[in-house]
Structures are given as C-alpha cells and as structure tokens.
C-alpha cells in the first residue's frame, strides 16, 4: 500500500509512463540525476571559482589562485580615497607589490607622511599568501587599500589612471628570489620583462605621465670580482635568469626613457631583510629550522670560500626608496609622446658591510637561543653567486642614502617580529 502512495505523486499523464515499478525507479532516477548534476555543476562551479586560468602548470599565471574582479562606483571611490594626497606638496603613489616584503613597509610609510597611496597586488602563491593577506591587513588598517591584480593586467592598470592620476609609480611587484628561477623560469619573464613592460605601456600613454621608480637587484653584478659594485660597473654576466630579467629591466627602462621621455629610477636592492620578510630568503627559513630543531645548508665557495652578502635593513631601504620618489623629476613626456629629455637614474641600496653567511647564523642562534644543526654545503650552481658588497656613495650624494642598521641590531628586530607573528615559532612559517 506503501507503494500506491507513490503512484499518486505521479504526474496523471498515461502512456508516457511504464507500471509503477518501473516509474518508481525512473523516479529514483530522476532524483539521482538531480543530486549528480548538482554535484557536477558545483564542482564545475568550484573549478572555475579557484583554479588557475591556465591548467598549464608551468604557466605563471597558474599561481595567481583567481580572476580578479575589480571596477563599480564603490571600488572606485575605495581607489581615490585610498590615493587622496593628505598634505599640500605631496604625492600621489601607485604602489605595485604592495603586498610584499618591501611594497608593504614603503606602502605605510608613504601613508604616514601624507602621501596617498593605492597599492596593487596578484597575492600569488610563490610563498606563503596567508603573510600577504597579514601585510594587507595592516595596510588597510592604516588606510592603503591594495587592489588584487596583476600588472599583466592592461584594463586593469588603464583603469586606474583613469581613475587617479598618479604622479609616482613605485614598482615593487616581480617573481624575486635567485634560485626559484630554475623551477619556473616563465614566471621571471612573466612579472620581470612582460609585467614591467605592460606597466611602462599604460604610465608612458597616461596624461600627465608618472615618475617610476623600481626595484633592480644587486643580482645584475652577476660573476664580477672586482668590489665593492659600483653603478659604473659592468653587468653583463648575470648568473640567474632572476639578475638577467632585472637587468633587461634596467634596458627597457632606458628604451622608454629614451622614447618616451618617462622619468625612471632603478634601484639595486642589496639583500633585504627584515620583520614581515620573505620566507623564501636565508635569514627567514634558517630562524624557522633552526627553532625546529632541523638542520640548515649553508653554503661554501670553492677551497672554502666565504660566502657574504651585503645584508640591508629594511627601513635603510624604505628611507632610499622615499629619497628616490622625492628626488625624481617629471616625465617629460604626455600621452605616449615624449617632450624632451628625462631623467633616467639606477642607484644601489645596500649597507656596505657584507656578512658572511656563517655568521648571520651565529647572529641567528645567539638571538633565538638554540644552536643551529648546520650542514656546509659547496654553493650549488643555481644562481648564487658568492659575495655581494654595495657601494652606495652616489645613493647617498644624491638620494641622502645613509644606512644606520647593522646586521645584528636588524636581525633582533626580525627575530622578535618572528617570535611573535608565530607564536613563539610554534606556529611554523611556512
Ligand atoms: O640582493 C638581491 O638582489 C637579491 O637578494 C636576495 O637573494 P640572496 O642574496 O641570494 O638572498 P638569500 O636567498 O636569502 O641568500 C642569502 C645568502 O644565504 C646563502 N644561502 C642561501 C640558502 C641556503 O640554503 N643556504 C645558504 O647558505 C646564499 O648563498 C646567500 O649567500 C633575494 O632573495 C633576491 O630576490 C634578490 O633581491
């Protein structure tokens, strides 16, 4: 009797149906049909929500987890509130990279002294995003909206000169790290040489043009020997695909310099280290092994060499960053249409005093209380090369460059934002 009951939920529509049996089980089919393509078209949903736009897994946009979406009166009004100057002579700074180690101190600082700021970030995957949405919260705290976008993203930037006509662009955001370019070399194309060019596109067509200032690297000396760098030095012989694609980045910067009449300053940065650093850079992922207890590789030049680098504090870097923004002249040029000659400069930033890696993790032990388990290693041919020192004698003549934190003074101030951030280290970085 049971099954009579079902017989009068079916539709009263004879001969299109078989004997109740059959209908219950068409029924149970019909249900079951249902629920798969529900769960079909959730997954499908779920695909195209989270998943890269490529499913080509050398592809660098592959680790930008999602399509962005920007654009409607209330992002608009977010973007030129965010990048209204709060001061009489002050500047309006796009800031690409905001979200990154050095985009997000240069980003607040900006903030703090009345300039209006509107930063931009992809929030890939190279590290760790959960630290990039951390930096982004304090920016936003402090009044900086970041915009999720890549430079890749030609509407995207056009949009916003529409929207704010910025006088400076800091360009921070690139796929950085020296030995990661053998895993994904595209991905240095990608941010380093297509990214900056689109960049360049969008800044030397906006009206009035922006001054850019960028971040080269310390990596473009490659295997010269003759030290300390200097900007009059040669840098022809990079020996990461990471120091060839900053380098191209200095030889575009002079071709639409040249053409385009847009005022551009690069500089190399020399190591940066810091509180809210980069965990795929030594001095962050020895503090977490070392407070794991697992040991490190530190490396080694050939009969024993010393591997050093110039280690540079991060607000020394932030403070030649601003000496940069406030020394850059105008572009010259306005709506892709050079005017005359403009200024095209490249400084380095470091702090002069290179320390061996070996005791940058005597610092480490010293500060974290526990003795490292250290493993020595001959530096890998990966990209490294073994000694970087800065010399910064025209940052500081024409910037006000003049760095005040040693290595052991800034690593204090890392390891206690580190101790904190993780929970004592017991929460691990990633
Ligand atoms: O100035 C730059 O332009 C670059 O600086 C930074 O590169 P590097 O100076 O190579 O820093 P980082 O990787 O922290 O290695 C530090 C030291 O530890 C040694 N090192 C490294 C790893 C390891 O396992 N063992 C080791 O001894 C290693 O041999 C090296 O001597 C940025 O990452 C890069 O994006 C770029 O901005």
Known sequence: MKQMSHLDDIPSTPGKFKPYFHRTRWQSSVAKLAFWSLVFVGLIFIFFYRSPVSSNPADPSRRSLRTYSWGGPAWEKRVRSSARVRTRRGFSVLVTGAAGFVGTHVSAALKRRGDGVLGLDNFNDYYDPSLKRARQALLERSGVFVVEGDINDAALLKKLFEVVPFTHVMHLAAQAGVRYAMENPSSYVHSNIAGFVNLLEVCKSANPQPAIVWASSSSVYGLNTKVPFSEKDRTDQPASLYAATKKAGEEIAHTYNHIYGLSLTGLRFFTVYGPWGRPDMAYFFFTRDILKGKAISIFEGVNHGTVARDFTYIDDIVKGCLGALDTAEKSTGSGG??????????????????????????????????????????????????????????????????????????????????????????????
Not at 342 to 362: I, K, M, Y
């Open 337 to 430: 249409k050079k005017r005359g000659a403009a200024q095209l400069r490249v400084f380095n930033l470091g702090n002069t005093s290179p320390v061996p890696v070996t005791d940058l993790v005597t610092i480490l032990e010293r500060l974290l209380k526990v003795k490292a388990k250290r493993n020595i290693m001959k530096l890998p041919r990966n990209g490294d090369v073994q000694f970087t020192h800065a010399n910064i004698s025209s940052a500081q003549r024409e910037l006000g460059y003049k760095p005040t934190t040693d290595l052991q003074t800034g690593l204090k101030k890392f390891a206690r934002w580190y101790l904190g951030y993780y929970n004592g280290g017991k929460k691990a970085a990633s």
